[in-house]
Structures are given as structure tokens and as C-alpha cells.
């Protein structure tokens, strides 16, 4: 994991690194008002988000503040119970059971645990980011349509396991198994990737270099990154921009640049605070 | 022992890939003792009581006296000394008739392990469609594992005529309860995390079915069939009794033409070939247990002539080669069982015609005494059973006995014992002793002390060493040591097991009768010959009720003393 990324190829990826300070086209997500409880228990109060495409947002806070929930509701695993989202231009809780797997093809999310296939090779594990596009069930790498299969390659290449690509899953350390789920999602040429405590299973090194090439990758191709942390220095790393949340609303919402460390410990520690 | 074989599918110890996965405490992996009196349940006192009685009732019942018990015994051994010494008859008539009993087999597992897999897709907690669909599929599930497949046999040969057909969808319709049971304890123990992330990427539910669930269940399910496979070998060995092909074919003319040497050829031959598959499947279960956790070998290809094709090696040659040879010999086998238009043209019609027969069922008194007679049959022989097995596995348990010869031999006569199917043992008593509950009661015993020994003996070798040593050092005899270092820690599994000897019991004691060895199997095989098929719909029924409902019992039995 200490190995250094490998440097972005030029000329290899159509889609040109568009700039975080985009404000002219539509925005990648828009949270109006969102609420969400389960039964009686409120998880999220009216939150209000706009982000604009090709951003790398931090969402952090406490645990139990809403950042997972947050997260389902945008790719439509929960409905809300008040307000609306928009991701692309579709609301997931209304599209509808097609629409839906249509928008999840352009939506793609990283899990903390990884959601690998263990006993399978990285490559075939890749290769299941394009099953949103077949039709068909498929098992065995080369029951994959050939194009495909290239762009397996240059996808763990990019996240640096090409060597790795006929390797177990389950015999690669955490580090480049979380690497091997951002090449899957990449297979998905997605618009918008929410990334849900990527890095909370695994050590420094391995955390900073996950983030760093979830960063590379969507600077290259221009996709907007929402991904929860716990680890406030990291999310001042990679981040374009930190959102916090507390508590079920959004209590902090700056510029990475802007944003002091301190302000972000706070929340934690007002946190801490009151449960103490 | 073609049920008492199936054994181990509840119990899930002769299935090592997936032995983790269904331990679940069933069979009783005895806990070392934290310190402090073993606790005793009211089951743990009840169980045993119960069969007590029920045994008491059964000795009266079945007329077990001493007496006859020797005389019994005087005429088996007039009998076996007929059988001696044994001969084959003639040799390829014989082989023909085995691999036949091969091919009901494999063509049974394979239809069986297919249908599985929508079975247990459908019956799995995590099914999301119509809750209908997942009612149906556990109700199948229920009911195909109650029904032994001697009795599918009889009523497939009504509906296809006499043949090995009949006989593998008799294999195919019992193992599918079993096997889709425990394939889908296999999808429900699996962690969600993968099926998520191929849900977040936009697959549809039969993809993500196959790339997440099924991919990582292949390991365990491979192993659950070729077990499974086991069994049914062993089973297809009897089919013939009723006429559904293979080997029992050949045995049923023998003994019913008096020749016993040539059945006791036939035995020895059934036996031979059981113990070389067994050897086999413990063979290959290995290999795919090495395979689970093939972390030595990381690599899964070699690389291909281009990055994106995956290359040959070793490990995948095997693969392939392993899943393309089980698939030739599953269509092979199904080309054996010769199917011909003509039959499965009659066959609907006999098929509606049976099942229509089938409304409104009856239940007569004479079929409710055949049930009872069953149960008694079953927990009786059990009881015996249990307490003879229990005397063979402390003898033949390593560190309890000194006497290594002894152990030695005493496994290897299990061994073989458990080799002859109980329905033969039934056969050649009515033969000696006459029809009646008497002749099964014995076969039933001679089944159930072999596979208690069997259970017990695994369960007593786990045994934790250390009180025992401890006991040594304070100059405790070997009764005392065994009382207070071993009883205790074993007493869990021996009730499990007990208990799981006694559900596979009853599931045999209702098929002895096919062979006139008492119980409600006579009554059946005689309602499907005489077209009386409202009487066997009641039968089936009430067995179904009976086998579940015990099972249920033990069930909760064991939940509560382990």
C-alpha cells in the first residue's frame, strides 16, 4: 500500500478533468428539505445540499449523525419521509423499480466492507460493475463481452492492481480490496460516486491511499464524490469541500480551504460532550 | 442404511466444506465444561424417560422376549450358513445391474441439485419475492425430506412403469428436500455486503443472484451434493426392491428364488461398491474443502495471451476439468435411465389418474395402527440401539481404551455393517423369521447401533482430554474417570444424536413393511398395487404429519439440551 500511485496515463480517458467550481450546468445532487425517521426515531431533519459536478465532498460527523442514511437515500435504498432528492436530474424514491437500477448504472457507491466476492478474481469482481449494463447473469471472466474485459484491465490498472487482476479477493490486504471495489465502480462510468466510510476498516496508510486514488479518479474523469469519514484530517486532505452533520442536520457546509481543523473537532467533541 | 445414511445430512458432520456452516450445536460438539455442575434440563431427564416408556410398551408390542429373541437369533444363523459361501452368479448381468444403480444415482443428485437451487433461492429468508412462492418452496422442502424415497419409488414406478427412471426421480424427489434445506442455510448465513454493492450497480435480482450468492456458495454446495451423492448411491442400491432398477433388482430375485448364496453375493457386491464411493467422495471432498480456503495458492489464473484473458494453470485445469466431467456423467446418466416417448406418453395420464385417485383420502384404523407400529418399531430399536452403540463406541474410542486391536477391530465391523442397507437385513430376517414387526424391529436395531456407534465415537473422540488426564493423575478407575471426566461433556451429543438416530429410524421403520418387516409400509405398497389410492393418500399423510411433527420434537429437544 506504501507503493506510489501509478500516474494518470494521459490521452487514455475521454472525458476531460472538468474544474470543482463548475456552477454552470445543473447540479450532480440536490437535497431539499430532506427528513428521514424510522418509526418514531428522526435520523435526518431538513437538509438542505446542493452539489455541483465533479466536487469531492467530505460528509462527516459522529457516528449515528446520519451520513449512512444520508447516503441510502441518495442512491434510493430508503425512500425519505419529507422533502425530496434529486440525483442526475431523477428523484430515486419516485423513478420507479426500473428507472431506478437505470439511475444506480450512473450512481456508484464504495461500502466499508469492501462487498467483494472473496473467493473470485479481482477482475471478474471488476467486471461485475458492468452488469447494470447486460442483460444476462454471467459467471467466469470470460463470459464477459471482450470490451469489457479490456476496460477491467485499465480500471485496475489506473487503481494500480493490474498485476493483481487474477489474484483471490480474499487474499488482498484491505487496502487493495477497497481499491478493487473503486475500479468495479469506475467499470460503471458513473456520474456521481457516494462513498460510504471507505476507509473505516483500514489502517492510515492504506486509508490515505484509497482516498487519494477515489481522488485521482474522479479528478480524471470528473465525478462528483460524496464520501463520509470519521477521520477529520483525511477529509481536509482530499476534500473539495466538508459537510458536517449532527444530530440529523447539517451543521457545517465550507470550502475545504476555508475550513479550519479545529471548527470540524468541534462537532465531534460538542458531540462527545453530551453523551458523556 | 439407505436412510440411516442420511444421517449425517441433518447432523451435517460428513459434509466437511460446509461443516461449519450447519453445526449449529446439532450434533452436539461437546463443549468443554467451564467448572461447575452440568446443568439438567428438564429434557435433558424427559428424552430418555420417554423412550423408556415408549420401549416398555414396544417390547410388549413386537413380543420381544428372551426366548424368541434366541430363537430368532438360531434361525438367522441357520439362514446365513445357506448364504455361504457366496457367488455372483453370472458376472456382467451383475455389472450391468451396478452401474445401473450408478446412473440412478448420479441422474437423481443431478436433477435434484438443480432443482435445488430454486428451491432453496425461493424458500431463503433473504426471497423477496411473493411471500406464496416462499410458503411453496418450504412446504416442498418439508414433505419431499418426510417421504423416504422407496415410497417416491412406489408410486413413480406406478406413473412410469418399472425402470431406472422411476428410480431416479424417486432419488431425485427425496434429495431435493434435503439438499435445497441446507443450500439455503448456506445463502441465508452468507454476509449481505457483496449482493449490496452489485444491487448499487444496477443488476437485475437473477444476476446478482448468480455472481453473489450463488458463486459463493458453489464451494458448499459442491460438497453438499457430492455427500448427498453418497447417500443416494446407497439408496439406489434398494430401489429395485420395488422394482425401480438397479442392483436390488437382482437381490429381490435372489432371495425370492431361494438363492441365498447368490443374494449373498449380491450383499458383498452392494457393500464393495459402497465402500469404494465413500472412499471417493471423501477423496473429492477434500479436494473441494482445499479449495475453500485456497489461500496458498492466490492466484486463480495464469496470464493469458492478453491482459484481459485469464490463462491456464494447474488449480483451473482441475476446475474445469472436475465441472466438465460431472457434467458429461450427469447427461450420460440421464441417457441410461431409458426414457422412451411411448412411457411418458402413458405417463401423464397414470400420473393425473393416481393423484385424482388420491381425493378424498382415507384414513382407516388399520393404517393408523400401521403408523403406530412404525413409531414403536423405530423408538424401540432405537432405544436398543443407542445402548449398544454407546457400549461399541467407548470400546472402540482411542484414548478410553487401551486395547487398541479391539478398537481396531470393532470399527471396521461397523464399517462393514453400515455397508448393507437395513431394508436388506429386513429382507433376509423376514426370510429367517417370518413376516411381523419382530424381523423389522431387529433390522431397525442392527441400523441404529451402527450409526449411534458411529455418531458416538466422533463425538467421543472430541471429548477434551484434560479432565481425564486429570483424573488419571488423581487415581480415579476407569469407570470413574468415565463417569465424572467423559459422561458429562458427552452427555449433549448423545442426546442429539440419540434423538437424530431415531428421526432417520422412523423414517426407515415406514418402509420395512415393503419387505414384510411391520409397520405401515406393507400397507402402502399394497393400497398403490391394489389402484386403493384414497389409502394412499391417508398413509403418505399421516406419515408426513407423524415424520415432521417428531422431527419437530427432536428439534426442539435438542435446542434444549444443547
Known sequence: MTAPLPTPESGRHTVAPQSPNHTNTAPSLLLENLSMSFGAKTVLREVNLDVRPGQFVALVGPSGAGKSTLLRLINGSHSPTGGSVTVLGVNPATCGRKNLRKLRTRVGFVFQQF??????????????????????????????????REKAVANLERVGLADQRFQRCDTLSGGQQQRVAIARTLMQDARIVLADEPVASLDPSASLSVLNTLKKVSAEDGFTVICSLHQVDLALQVSDRVVAVRDGSLILDTPTPDTSEAAVRAIYEKAKGRTA | MSASTDSIDEA????????????GGRNGEPKPAAGGPPRVSAATLGIPLAYLAVTVFGIWWIDIRPAAVAAGLGDIGRLLQRMVPPTTGPVPALLTLTLETLWIALAGTGLAAIASVFLAAAASRHFTGPRAVRWLAQGIIIV????PSLIFAILFVRIFGLGPLAGALAIAFHSVGMIGKMMS???????????????????????????????????????????????NVRASAVLGLVGAGGIGVALQTAIGSLNYRRAAGIILAIVVLLLILELIAYLVQRAVAEHADEHTESRLFAPGKEASTPGWNRSRLMRTGAGAA????FLFSLGQLSVNSARLGQAWGNATALLAGFVPP??????????????IMAFTATFFGVLIGLVIAVLSTRHLVTFAPLAFTLRGLVVFVRGIPDIVYALIFVAALGLGPFAGFLALTISCTALASKFFTDSLQNVDPAPIRALEATGANRVQIFVSGVWPQFVPSFIGNSLFTSDLALRESAVLGIVGAGGVGFLLDESVATLHYQQTAGILIGLIVVVVALESVARWARRKVI
Do not use: W
Not at chain 1, 473467493?119 to 470470460?142: C, D, F, H, W
Open chain 2, 326 to 329: 460431472a457434467a458429461c456423467l
Open chain 1, 115 to 148: 462487498g467483494l466476492v472473496g473467493r473470485l478474481s479481482a477482475m471478474e469482481n471488476v467486471l461485475m460493475g458492468t452488469l447494470g449494463s447486460l442483460k444476462m447473469p454471467r459467471y467466469g471472466i470470460s463470459t464477459y463481452p471482450r470490451p469489457l
Open chain 2, 362 to 375: 382415507v384414513f382407516t384404523q388399520d393404517i393408523l395402527l400401521g403408523i403406530f407400529e412404525s413409531v
Open chain 2, 12 to 23: 451435517g458432520r460428513a459434509v466437511p466444506g460446509v461443516e461449519r456452516q450447519f453445526d
Open chain 2, 185 to 231: 442455510d448456506v445463502f441465508e448465513e452468507q454476509v449481505p455486503a457483496p449482493h449490496e454493492a452489485i444491487a448499487a450497480v444496477g443488476a437485475n435480482r437473477m444476476q446478482n443472484f448468480v455472481s453473489t450468492t450463488l458463486t459463493r456458495a458453489l464451494p458448499a454446495a459442491a460438497s453438499l451434493v457430492i455427500y448427498r451423492l453418497d447417500i
Open chain 2, 144 to 147: 419431499t425430506r418426510a417421504v
